[in-house]
């Protein structure tokens, strides 16, 4: 596996995992992006890159 790809991998499961400990915590509605950012350690704008909205990322978690 390419670097890059492995990269992209290990970014969006961390905001994943970020993601699902902040909303069990706070609720989705309580929730805001930035705290999923600082969570996983990374910038607000690679968390909008990957998942593009909260709404868009509560419901993957949600499927998976």
Wanted: charged share 30%; net charge positive; proline share 0%.
């Amino acid at each position: 596996m390419g670097k890059k790809k492995e990269l992209d991998i290990n970014t969006e499961a961390k905001i994943k995992n970020a993601a699902r400990v902040v909303f069990h915590k706070k609720g989705f509605a309580a929730t805001r992006t930035r705290d999923i950012a600082e969570a996983a350690g990374i910038n607000l704008a690679l968390l909008n890159y990957y998942f593009r909205s909260k709404e868009k990322l509560f419901n993957i978690i949600m499927l998976e």
